[in-house]
């Protein structure tokens, strides 16, 4: 390959050299161990790993879960990763530390960071029209950039139907894609590129696994090499990840999990089938639980990018118009715990359910990769996160709030699809999602309890003295709109 195909300078790539050198070394020692369940350094206490093996353990139990690997972040290094489980039910596979599931939307982060490197580099404009590094997107009444796409302000539609349940998004071809695209990124522009932008570029967020391949023409174009290939160079390798690999089907891939889900009983039952060859840059790479934990360790210790660049990443676009969005970045989730600001991402297909999260001033992370679409692994990882960062179990305690505080939050408050209606009843306050109504209970004045949930509403007020509900799920934020 030529100098000028390179994505990196050379002074980076001596870097990136040592670090295969050294992961080279880790990748023999882990296939010499694949078959145990866990890998550990013995640096996360013993009682942190007692509640984090009961968590997960419950969890499987519950939602049941054929397989689940785990990994931790503590001090900005990898401590710990275990599996459990089973990867194989069919072949009575367990599930270990190595095993490899789709990250589903966890790719975005991966996206994210390698256009990050180029633009730190000089190599991608963000701001440029995304036509000068991916012409083969089509003109648009306004421009599109790289900056709005990895912030999903790109005016980029989504899927057809909704993502879940698989079922029923089976019949929209792009989100049950069964065909298998030599070059991912020339397949997948073909489902949407012609189709108009569902609104002006910056204005609205508009959430978009599309706009992710758009995303990854400009990272070839910038650069002169495939997609996966750049993504290798610039985050793979020197995060020390050398498991992470895109969802090829053809491919035997080594520790790879097979793919769940439930019927309609309830039974565990094979995932609906997924080619994701054409959205790998939103939603089509395969990794382990350690992996992902080095990609966390990487990012916090600035081995990735510079501050200053991992800070721009971290800003969260605002759309002009002021309707509701979820608490994103560029290529990343924001939201909170006991207070804690914290960054991740989740994902979800056919046959895995995944999160990562990090508390950067903390410098922990966690990590949950499981193998069913019918599992919840957000919710799982906010457990574990809270274990790490040393808080107790949460335990609901309501407090009296003066119902004056209510004025001003009944109403329809919604953002995209999802709805939500607050109502008064007395002195308390109720939501309807959908067909389902729920007694909001305070845990302060400000955050209120979906009982027999772990969301909260937190009831806020912007700068100019109006009401905002800020939806916490998991930890993930989402700001609704009042629209009614």
Same mark, same amino acid.
């Given at each position: 390959m030529s100098q000028k195909a390179h994505c990196i300078d050379a002074g980076l790539r001596h870097q990136i050299d040592r670090a295969v050198a050294t992961t080279c070394a880790w990748l023999l020692a882990s296939l010499l161990v694949a078959n145990s369940t866990a890998a550990q350094t013995g640096k996360l206490a013993a009682e942190k790993q007692a509640r984090i093996e009961n968590a997960i353990s419950?969890?499987?139990?519950?939602?049941?879960?054929?397989?689940?690997?785990?990994?931790?972040?503590?001090?900005?290094?990898?401590?710990?990763?275990?599996?459990?489980?089973?990867?194989?039910?069919?072949?009575?596979?367990?599930?270990?530390?190595?095993?490899?599931?789709?990250?589903?939307?966890?790719?975005?982060?991966?996206?994210? /960071?390698?256009?990050?490197?180029?633009?730190?580099?000089?190599r991608l404009d963000l701001d440029s029209p995304v036509q000068k590094y991916c012409p083969a997107f089509p003109q648009k009444p306004w421009p599109v950039t790289t900056r709005q796409l990895l912030g999903n302000l790109g005016g980029i539609r989504s899927y057809n139907v909704p993502e879940q349940p698989y079922s029923v998004s089976q019949s929209d071809p792009e989100v049950g894609n069964t065909r298998h695209f030599d070059n991912g990124i020339e397949g997948g522009l073909k489902f949407f590129a012609n189709d108009p932008l569902v609104a002006q570029p910056g204005t609205h967020f508009n959430y978009s696994t599309h706009g992710y391949t758009v995303a990854g023409c400009a990272i070839e174009g910038a650069c002169g090499q495939k997609y996966a290939d750049a993504v290798r160079e610039m985050?793979?390798?020197?995060?020390?990840?050398?498991? %992470?690999?895109?969802d090829e089907r053809f491919a035997i891939v080594p520790f790879r999990t097979r793919f769940y889900s439930k019927d309609q009983?309830? %039974?565990?039952?094979?995932?609906?089938? *997924?080619?994701?060859?054409?959205?790998?840059?939103?939603?089509?790479?395969?990794?382990?639980?350690?992996?992902?934990?080095?990609?966390?360790?990487?990012?916090?210790?600035?081995?990735?990018?510079?501050?200053?660049?991992?800070?721009?990443?971290?800003?969260?676009?605002?759309?002009?118009?002021?309707?509701?969005?979820?608490?994103?970045?560029?290529?990343?989730?924001?939201?909170?715990?006991?207070?804690?600001?914290?960054?991740?991402?989740?994902?979800?297909?056919?046959?895995?359910?995944?999160?990562?999260?990090?508390?950067?001033?903390?410098?922990?992370?966690?990590?949950?990769?499981?193998?069913?679409?019918?599992?919840?692994?957000?919710?799982?990882?906010?457990?574990? *996160?809270?274990?790490?960062?040393?808080?107790?179990?949460?335990e609901h305690s309501e407090v009296a709030v003066d119902p004056k505080v209510f004025d001003g939050y009944v109403g329809i408050w919604q953002l995209g699809d999802f709805k939500v209606t607050i109502a008064r009843e007395g002195d308390r306050l109720s939501a309807q999602i959908r067909d389902q109504k729920y007694s909001l209970s305070p845990?302060?004045?400000?955050?209120?309890?979906?009982?027999? /949930?772990?969301?909260? *509403?937190? *009831?806020?007020?912007?700068?100019?003295?109006?009401?905002?509900?800020?939806?916490r799920e998991s930890g993930i934020d989402a700001y609704l709109n009042l629209v009614k």
């Open positions: 419950k969890f499987m139990t519950e939602s049941q879960t054929p397989g689940v690997s785990a990994a931790v972040v503590q001090d900005g290094e990898l401590v710990w990763s275990a599996g459990f489980g089973m990867a194989d039910l069919e072949n009575s596979v367990p599930a270990t530390s190595n095993t490899l599931y789709r990250l589903g939307s966890i790719s975005k982060p991966l996206t994210a /960071t390698a256009a990050m490197a180029l633009w730190e580099h000089g985050v793979l390798i020197p995060a020390g990840m050398l498991q %992470a690999r895109p009983s309830g %039974a565990v039952m094979n995932a609906e089938f *997924l080619d994701a060859s054409y959205k790998v840059p939103g939603g089509g790479w395969l990794s382990s639980a350690p992996d992902m934990a080095r990609f966390e360790a990487a990012i916090m210790n600035n081995r990735l990018l510079k501050r200053p660049t991992r800070d721009t990443m971290w800003t969260q676009p605002m759309p002009s118009d002021g309707l509701g969005r979820l608490a994103y970045g560029l290529g990343w989730q924001f939201g909170a715990v006991e207070d804690v600001k914290i960054v991740g991402h989740g994902g979800s297909q056919q046959g895995t359910s995944t999160m990562i999260w990090m508390a950067p001033d903390a410098r922990a992370g966690v990590v949950v990769l499981t193998n069913s679409d019918s599992s919840n692994a957000p919710r799982l990882a906010i457990q574990l *996160l809270r274990i790490v960062l040393g808080f107790p179990e949460h845990e302060s004045v400000r955050e209120h309890v979906l009982k027999g /949930t772990d969301a909260h *509403l937190v *009831l806020s007020v912007d700068r100019n003295g109006r009401p905002e509900i800020t939806f």
